[in-house]
């Protein structure tokens, strides 16, 4: 019997529902993910070494993800690929979904090519932080590392540490930070209590359908009540001192547009703080297969896609973050709609009705979170001339400026090989949508808004992994 094979790139809660429900329709399934095990950033596992007694410590819906991730990883039609990253994708015949080139780990890294009738990506997305003075010292984290040391490793980062940007991400990371060890000193929220108020309570009857995550909110809400850690609306680390690592920040009140209030600035004693300013989606492969993007300006741009999940692609898929930031539950229900049509599953299943309300209320509640914690227009006000914008190649602002200004720089690429930001290790992946963002305020706008997310490979590869035989994969 002929099945249809369906490549899933990503297992976070998006890429594991649409392997769970493109096997339930019928497909070969091949789950590709740089990960070792299952679960993304959401469900970050402990390395099998920990013999861990309580692996769901720090999980919310702990149970149903590991029944999951037991079903599809033991179906006898699913191929995982663990510690494998997709490098390129090409695509032969153009009515056809692209072939997915991977690369697994190791030095070299074994290279293979996976031939899909259906292609289903859902890389997710990576912190944003916004440059402040002092953030490339040892010590600074994004709020997304400091969880997954905590959550993946059991690490602490700090002894004392500060927890600041904008966006409910800040409480489930400040309570992971708890649980592993560190003293919080604070929880700083830049945007103000009104901005915050009219943003979660705006037509509040629509929270009922996101009682889940309601609850998560009271949960970590409570935590840090327990552990006496104040939650600071209105104010945001605007710079971070030290001597060869972060001893102290400045914390300052800021307005709705994120300009500082004067004279409002104060200094706190942390030996380590974790930001987080949102997330940027992951959208190279997306980009790189052609898929049409929605979204004028390089820090709000998306995937787009139809009701089926479906890229202007042929035979391409998105689901999770690359579509939206609507959180977990959301991306399950993509990843579920996606899956079943990538395999072929009927229109008319009944589930999909299921699924789909749970989408739409999860872009709903994804349209509420934007609403709460837009960032400010005036952040750039935080930066000097000498502040580093990217961390990798230490360029600074007055670089970036001085090229956004000069007629023989304009154009984006000419500028990148001229401050070199975005030419480090990371290739923008942190500071390319700011180094846009500042080109556009300062008068140099590009007009492609997805030029941040296009890169020919999407993950460095060796010339001699690249001379060497692919190997070819059945499903």
Same mark, same amino acid.
């Given at each position: 019997?002929?099945?249809?094979?369906?490549?899933?790139?990503?297992?976070?809660?998006?890429?594991?529902?649409?392997?769970?429900?493109?096997?339930?329709?019928?497909?070969?399934?091949?789950?590709?993910?740089?990960?070792?095990?299952?679960?993304?950033?959401?469900?970050?596992?402990?390395?099998?070494?920990?013999?861990?007694?309580?692996?769901?410590?720090?999980?919310?819906?702990?149970?149903?993800?590991?029944?999951?991730?037991?079903?599809?990883?033991?179906?006898?039609?699913?191929?995982?690929?663990?510690?494998?990253?997709?490098?390129?994708?090409?695509?032969?015949?153009?009515?056809?979904?692209?072939?997915?080139?991977?690369?697994?780990?190791?030095?070299?890294?074994?290279?293979?090519?996976?031939?899909?009738?259906?292609?289903?990506?859902?890389?997710?997305?990576?912190?944003?932080?916004?440059?402040?003075?002092?953030?490339?010292?040892?010590?600074?984290?994004?709020?997304?590392?400091?969880?997954?040391?905590?959550?993946?490793?059991?690490?602490?980062?700090?002894?004392?540490?500060?927890?600041?940007?904008?966006?409910?991400?800040?409480?489930?990371?400040?309570?992971?930070?708890?649980?592993?060890?560190? *003293?919080?000193?604070?929880?700083?929220?830049?945007?103000?209590?009104?901005?915050?108020?009219?943003?979660?309570?705006?037509?509040?009857?629509?929270?009922?359908?996101?009682?889940?995550?309601?609850?998560?909110?009271?949960?970590?809400?409570?935590?840090?009540?327990?552990?006496?850690?104040?939650?600071?609306?209105?104010?945001?680390?605007?710079?971070?001192?030290?001597?060869?690592?972060?001893?102290?920040?400045?914390?300052?009140?800021?307005?709705?547009?994120?300009?500082?209030?004067?004279?409002?600035?104060?200094?706190?004693?942390?030996?380590?703080?974790?930001?987080?300013?949102?997330?940027?989606?992951?959208?190279?492969?997306?980009?790189?297969?052609?898929?049409?993007?929605?979204?004028?300006?390089?820090?709000?741009?998306?995937?787009?896609?139809?009701?089926? *999940?479906?890229?202007?692609?042929?035979?391409?898929?998105?689901?999770?973050?690359?579509?939206?930031?609507?959180?977990?539950?959301?991306?399950?229900?993509?990843?579920?709609?996606?899956?079943?049509?990538?395999?072929?599953?009927?229109?008319?299943?009944?589930?999909?009705?299921?699924?789909?309300?749970?989408?739409?209320?999860?872009?709903?509640?994804?349209?509420?979170?934007?609403?709460?914690?837009?960032?400010?227009?005036?952040?750039?006000?935080?930066?000097?001339?000498?502040?580093?914008?990217?961390?990798?190649?230490?360029?600074?602002?007055?670089?970036?400026?001085?090229?956004?200004?000069?007629?023989?720089?304009?154009?984006?690429?000419?500028?990148?090989?001229?401050?070199?930001?975005?030419?480090?290790?990371?290739?923008?992946?942190?500071?390319?949508?700011?180094?846009?963002?500042?080109?556009?305020?300062?008068?140099?706008?590009?007009?492609?808004?997805?030029?941040?997310?296009?890169?020919?490979?999407?993950?460095?590869?060796?010339?001699?992994?690249?001379?060497?035989?692919?190997?070819?994969?059945?499903?």
């Amino acid at each position: 019997m002929s099945r249809r094979h369906v490549v899933v790139v990503g297992a976070g809660p998006a890429g594991l529902a649409a392997a769970d429900a493109a096997l339930a329709a019928g497909a070969r399934v091949t789950l590709v993910d740089s990960a070792e095990r299952p679960g993304g950033q959401y469900h970050r596992m402990l390395p099998d070494a920990y013999e861990a007694a309580n692996p769901e410590v720090l999980h919310h819906g702990w149970a149903a993800f590991d029944r999951r991730v037991r079903r599809v990883l033991a179906h006898d039609r699913c191929t995982w690929l663990a510690g494998t990253s997709v490098w390129a994708l090409e695509r032969e015949d153009p009515a056809r979904a692209p072939l997915v080139h991977v690369l697994g780990e190791g030095s070299p890294g074994r290279r293979g090519v996976l031939t899909p009738d259906a292609l289903v990506l859902a890389p997710g997305a990576h912190d944003r932080v916004l440059p402040f003075p002092g953030w490339e010292l040892p010590g600074v984290f994004t709020a997304g590392a400091a969880q997954a040391l905590a959550k993946g490793e059991r690490v602490a980062v700090g002894e004392r540490v500060a927890v600041a940007g904008t966006g409910p991400f800040l409480l489930p990371v400040a309570v992971s930070l708890l649980e592993a060890g560190s *003293q919080v000193a604070e929880v700083l929220e830049a945007a103000g209590g009104a901005r915050v108020t009219r943003g979660w309570l705006r037509r509040p009857w629509e929270l009922a359908a996101q009682a889940g995550k309601t609850g998560e909110l009271v949960s970590y809400t409570a935590a840090l009540a327990r552990a006496r850690v104040p939650y600071l609306l209105g104010r945001a680390v605007v710079e971070a001192r030290g001597d060869g690592r972060v001893e102290e920040i400045v914390s300052a009140r800021v307005r709705a547009d994120w300009s500082v209030v004067p004279g409002s600035e104060r200094v706190t004693a942390v030996d380590a703080v974790c930001v987080g300013h949102g997330f940027t989606p992951r959208l190279e492969l997306l980009v790189a297969a052609g898929c049409a993007v929605r979204g004028g300006t390089p820090d709000a741009v998306f995937v787009q896609v139809d009701d089926d *999940q479906l890229t202007s692609s042929p035979g391409v898929y998105a689901a999770g973050e690359v579509t939206g930031i609507a959180g977990a539950p959301a991306s399950r229900a993509e990843g579920a709609v996606a899956g079943w049509h990538a395999a072929g599953g009927a229109p008319s299943a009944r589930p999909l009705t299921a699924l789909r309300r749970g989408r739409d209320q999860g872009r709903a509640f994804a349209g509420r979170l934007a609403a709460a914690h837009p960032i400010g227009r005036e952040w750039p006000g935080w930066l000097r001339d000498d502040t580093v914008v990217c961390r990798c190649e230490e360029s600074d602002y007055a670089s970036v400026r001085a090229a956004a200004g000069d007629p023989a720089t304009t154009e984006a690429r000419v500028a990148k090989l001229g401050t070199r930001a975005g030419l480090g290790p990371c290739q923008g992946r942190m500071c390319a949508v700011t180094v846009a963002e500042l080109r556009a305020r300062l008068g140099a706008p590009d007009a492609d808004a997805a030029a941040p997310h296009r890169r020919p490979l999407a993950e460095p590869v060796r010339l001699g992994e690249l001379a060497a035989p692919a190997r070819e994969y059945d499903g």
